[in-house]
């Protein structure tokens, strides 16, 4: 193994009052990442390009060097879920979210307050898929916590927009009322793409609203999650640049499937189920157990592959959530296991480091944002007194870039 590519998912920050005007980066006590600081070169990136907002989706497939329009969220999200596609069905990610009603559209929650059991969401979903009827076939797969994937069977446009406009075409914006979908162009089958998915919406948000599972949250004082958001409509197969000679580490769907259509040999492992009410208690399972199995796929096929990719996505809901400690509390576990684990394993094995973030996540702003992520790329130099942060890394010998240029810069692909 020549060099291991490490993303800590939403890892950027601004400078958060509870901590002292620190990022979480900053704040953090990460001496095994220092170390590799140390004994390398530091930067910074704009994941797509200045000025751009982008989706986790648009980061990834930008760092990886491929064009923007060459895949979508939907599809991705989908592949990786499992979900056999034929070209011309359309794919979409979807959210368990919680509105007051279809009537007055207002947005109480984008995730249903981020305790929606395992359990529920099969339930339903199962209800979703029973009960709706429409002039074609769909499945709706729920996946992660409040997360799912949704597809209609058939030759659909996927010049739509979706209902989430969060985030839009790099921009991020405030959206506190529901949206329908809307096709994009004059051709007949985006406007019955559009009716579809949208009478879909309405048909679910009837059954949801009234399911009696969220009668019961309601009982229990949670958020009813009674409406479903999508975003990132797709009918194409991905067309990715190929990664032959690498592993990667993904358990999410969108890094399953992207990492299966970019060539590299997945390893991935089931997330725990939120089987209770604690989400951050789930995503703390699921970082334990994305440390432990990556440090383990890497011992085991490092002789094997030139390249690996590790995404750890846990470091992205803090910052979603305005949880500055959270987050730095994260990152210190990482460093105490991951990266501790890293700081023995690479040297000998002469193997580079690179560490980044797909975007970031301030806190404060409780979204993404167009700032600048740090990279750190050990590469075993002359030691020199640095911690890894935001700031320093504005300042590193690495410079700026844009993050189809860090691969090449670095020196993990040509």
Same mark, same amino acid.
């Not at 990460?30 to 907002?53: I, S």
């Not at 990886?64 to 499992?82: H, K, M, P, V």
């Not at 368990?96 to 947005?107: G, P, Q, V, W």
């Not at 193997?351 to 973030?357: N, P, S």
């Given at each position: 193994?020549?060099?291991?590519f490490v993303i800590?998912?939403?890892?950027?920050d601004l400078?958060?009052?509870q +901590?002292?005007?620190?990022?979480?980066?900053?704040?953090?006590?990460?001496?095994n %990442?220092?170390? %590799?600081a140390t004994r390398?070169?530091?930067g910074?990136?704009y994941p797509?390009?200045?000025g751009?907002?982008?989706?986790s989706?648009?980061?990834i497939? #930008?760092?990886?060097?491929?064009n923007l =329009?060459?895949?979508?969220?939907?599809q991705?999200?989908?592949?990786?879920?499992d =979900?056999k596609?034929?070209? *011309?069905d359309?794919?979409?990610r979807?959210?368990?979210?919680? =509105?007051?009603? &279809?009537?007055?559209r207002?947005?109480l929650?984008?995730?249903a307050?981020r305790? +929606?059991t395992?359990?529920?969401a099969?339930? %339903?979903?199962k209800?979703?898929?029973?009960?709706?009827k429409?002039?074609?076939k769909f499945?709706?797969?729920?996946?992660?916590?409040?997360?799912g994937?949704?597809?209609f069977?058939?030759?659909?446009?996927?010049?739509? #927009?979706?209902n989430?406009?969060?985030?839009?075409?790099g921009?991020?914006?405030?959206?506190d009322?529901?949206r329908?979908?809307k096709? &994009?162009?004059?051709? !007949?089958n #985006?406007?019955y793409t559009a009716?579809i998915?949208?009478?879909?919406?309405e048909k679910?948000?009837e059954? &949801?609203?009234? @399911?009696?599972?969220n009668? !019961?949250r309601r009982?229990?004082?949670?958020?009813p999650?009674?409406f479903?958001f999508?975003? *990132?409509?797709?009918?194409?197969?991905?067309?990715l640049?190929?990664y032959?000679?690498?592993?990667?580490?993904?358990y999410?769907p969108?890094?399953?499937?992207?990492?299966?259509h970019?060539?590299?040999?997945?390893f991935?492992f089931d997330?725990?189920?939120?089987?209770k +009410?604690?989400s951050y208690?789930? +995503?703390?399972?699921?970082?334990k157990?994305?440390?432990?199995?990556?440090?383990?796929?890497?011992?085991?096929?490092?002789?094997?592959?030139d390249?690996a990719?590790i995404?750890?996505?846990e470091?992205?809901t803090?910052?979603?959530?305005?949880?500055?400690v !959270?987050k730095?509390l994260m %990152?210190?576990?990482?460093d105490?296991?991951?990266?501790?684990?890293?700081r023995?394993?690479?040297p000998?094995?002469? =193997?580079?480091v690179v560490?980044?973030?797909? @975007?970031?996540?301030?806190?404060?702003?409780? @979204?993404h944002s167009a700032?600048?992520v740090?990279?750190?790329?050990?590469?075993?130099?002359?030691?020199?007194e640095?911690?890894?942060? !935001?700031?320093?890394?504005r300042?590193? #010998?690495?410079?700026g870039?844009l993050?189809?240029e860090?691969l090449?810069?670095?020196g993990?692909v040509?």
């Amino acid at each position: 193994m020549k060099g291991i590519f490490v993303i800590l998912d939403g890892m950027g920050d601004l400078p958060c009052k509870q +901590l002292n005007e620190k990022t979480p980066l900053e704040a953090a006590d990460t001496p095994n %990442l220092d170390f %590799l600081a140390t004994r390398g070169e530091m930067g910074y990136m704009y994941p797509v390009k200045p000025g751009f907002v982008p989706e986790s989706d648009e980061a990834i497939v #930008s760092i990886f060097g491929s064009n923007l =329009i060459s895949s979508t969220r939907g599809q991705l999200e989908a592949r990786g879920t499992d =979900i056999k596609l034929t070209r *011309g069905d359309l794919a979409l990610r979807a959210n368990f979210a919680t =509105i007051d009603s &279809l009537e007055k559209r207002n947005i109480l929650d984008r995730r249903a307050g981020r305790t +929606l059991t395992t359990l529920e969401a099969g339930i %339903l979903a199962k209800a979703l898929n029973n009960k709706i009827k429409l002039p074609c076939k769909f499945i709706f797969e729920p996946t992660i916590q409040h997360r799912g994937v949704l597809v209609f069977r058939g030759g659909f446009s996927d010049n739509i #927009s979706g209902n989430d406009l969060t985030y839009t075409q790099g921009k991020s914006q405030a959206v506190d009322k529901v949206r329908f979908c809307k096709p &994009l162009d004059d051709d !007949e089958n #985006s406007q019955y793409t559009a009716n579809i998915v949208n009478e879909f919406i309405e048909k679910a948000y009837e059954i &949801l609203d009234k @399911h009696p599972v969220n009668e !019961e949250r309601r009982r229990r004082g949670l958020m009813p999650a009674n409406f479903l958001f999508v975003r *990132g409509a797709g009918i194409e197969v991905p067309k990715l640049k190929q990664y032959k000679k690498w592993l990667s580490v993904a358990y999410m769907p969108l890094e399953i499937g992207f990492t299966r259509h970019s060539g590299m040999k997945v390893f991935s492992f089931d997330y725990p189920k939120l089987k209770k +009410l604690d989400s951050y208690g789930n +995503l703390w399972e699921g970082l334990k157990k994305a440390c432990t199995f990556s440090i383990k796929a890497l011992k085991k096929n490092h002789k094997k592959v030139d390249y690996a990719y590790i995404h750890l996505k846990e470091t992205d809901t803090p910052g979603h959530d305005n949880k500055p400690v !959270e987050k730095k509390l994260m %990152l210190e576990y990482i460093d105490k296991t991951f990266f501790n684990f890293l700081r023995k394993f690479a040297p000998p094995n002469k =193997i580079k480091v690179v560490v980044t973030a797909d @975007h970031t996540t301030p806190c404060k702003l409780k @979204h993404h944002s167009a700032d600048p992520v740090p990279v750190l790329f050990y590469n075993d130099s002359v030691p020199k007194e640095k911690k890894f942060s !935001e700031k320093e890394a504005r300042k590193g #010998s690495l410079g700026g870039m844009l993050g189809n240029e860090l691969l090449k810069k670095v020196g993990f692909v040509r």
